[in-house]
């Protein structure tokens, strides 16, 4: 049998522990049999990183720019632990957090269901995508502490020096205040990403904040975005037959309880957060969730959810066997050869992401599946698996 070819290569990031042990059995038993794989390899573990003064993460980011789509293996954010473990010569930053930066992008998280794993919402029929806002709000605050009685104002000092004010509160005690920001450019950009993410999943999009109480700030997000709409989307959502859908974000939340799912729903920063735990948690795992960075531009870096998942690593590392489960990861490939395949014109790319996904199903609906998902099926006396073992199941399948 011949292989599949590809005529553009691929944006590949390698990463840490045991999500790298991954990754390793995933090409070898999944992918290379079957596909002439072409990538552009960037290897983003910590060691790597660490001797390119983390020159290697923004490469790979401009390399995503070039090619356009990327896939990339979960990676260490390091902390003061992971500084001594690598002996670093610097706290790095998160890769993510780069590559966020650089490709402007927002961020959307759908779960992977299938057969016997149910979400705990038992009206939920289909995915709830959520999309949140990478930027600002809380994330970017500056706050303080008041001692005791006092005036706090905002002041606005612009260019020409003139100046706005606005009373914040007269302390009568001591309290508390907060200042946070966002930007016209970067909502924008987060409005524009959910929309064209929308009619690529030909998706209802929802979008949600405190607009009734934040009469500037977040009534400002429901502005742009209908802003965007209007000008730029209005048309092309209603040939594709999907809608754009504006609520407050109490209500959002009572209806997203009571939906079948089959949406995105775009979220401020913190909601988001918040949020994206909350669904992601009632679908099941963080294994079994899909992970794309879209930018306005059309850049597209699908990765899993999940971290490296440390101790099975240091299991793995004394010999151990593990159960980890390989799925967000798989499904980082499929969709990375998928969007590589729609690019390029690929079918064979686009049939073999489709049976991959299929293959992967398929298997743990036959009860075979590692330890994390036999925990919460509902699937009798499921079969446990370790890693190769699982992906030696879906690669006979397959
Ligand atoms: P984690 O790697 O997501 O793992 C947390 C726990 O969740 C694991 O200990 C495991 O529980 C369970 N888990 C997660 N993924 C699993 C999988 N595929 N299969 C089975 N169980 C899974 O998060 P962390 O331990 O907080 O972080 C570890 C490292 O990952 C950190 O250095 C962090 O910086 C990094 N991280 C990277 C990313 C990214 O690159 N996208 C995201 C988050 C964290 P049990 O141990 O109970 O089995
Ligand atoms: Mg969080």
Not at 134 to 144: I, Q, S
């Amino acid at each position: 049998m011949s292989k599949i070819t590809m005529t553009t290569p691929l944006v590949e990031m390698d990463g840490d522990e045991m999500t790298r042990v991954l990754w390793e059995m995933i090409k070898e038993e999944l992918l290379l049999p079957h596909i002439d794989l072409k990538t552009e390899y960037y290897d983003l573990g910590l060691e790597y990183r660490n001797a390119t003064d983390d020159q290697v993460t923004v490469d790979a980011a401009e390399a995503t720019k070039k090619y356009k789509v990327a896939v990339k293996c979960a990676t260490i954010t390091p902390n003061a632990a992971r500084v001594d473990e690598y002996d670093l010569k610097k706290m790095w930053k998160s890769p993510n957090g780069t590559i966020r930066a650089m490709l402007d992008g927002t961020v959307f998280r759908a779960p992977i269901l299938v057969k016997g794993i149910e979400p705990v919402v038992n009206k939920w029929k289909k995915p709830i995508t959520l999309a949140r806002h990478a930027y600002g709000d809380v994330y970017k605050n500056a706050e303080m502490q008041i001692p005791g009685p006092g005036t706090v104002e905002l002041v606005y000092t612009a260019a020409d020096g003139s100046q706005k004010k606005e009373l914040i509160h007269q302390f009568e005690g001591p309290g508390v205040v907060q200042g946070m920001h966002n930007l016209d450019g970067s909502i924008e950009s987060f409005a524009r990403s959910c929309m064209n993410y929308a009619l690529d999943l030909g998706q209802d999009l929802w979008f949600a904040t405190k607009d009734t109480i934040s009469k500037q700030y977040d009534h400002h997000f429901k502005d742009i975005f209908q802003e965007v709409y209007d000008k730029e989307f209005q048309e092309k959502f209603e040939k594709a037959g999907i809608e754009y859908f504006y609520t407050l974000i109490d209500d959002a939340v009572a209806r997203v309880m009571k939906s079948e799912g089959g949406f995105i729903w775009a979220c401020k920063n913190y909601d988001g957060d918040v949020m994206s735990d909350m669904v992601s948690s009632a679908y099941g795992s963080l294994a079994m969730m899909t992970s794309v960075l879209v930018s306005p531009q059309g850049y597209y870096e699908y990765e899993a959810a999940h971290g490296t998942v440390q101790r099975h690593y240091y299991r793995y590392k004394k010999g151990e066997e593990t159960s980890t489960n390989p799925v967000a990861t798989i499904f980082a490939w499929t969709g990375a050869l998928a969007k590589r395949g729609e690019m390029d014109g690929n079918q064979a790319l686009i049939d073999f992401a489709a049976k991959l996904e299929q293959a992967t199903l398929q298997t743990i609906e036959s009860g075979k599946m590692t330890g994390d998902l036999a925990l919460i099926t509902s699937i009798e006396n499921p079969q446990v698996l370790n890693s190769r073992a699982f992906i030696q199941e879906i690669a006979s399948r397959l």
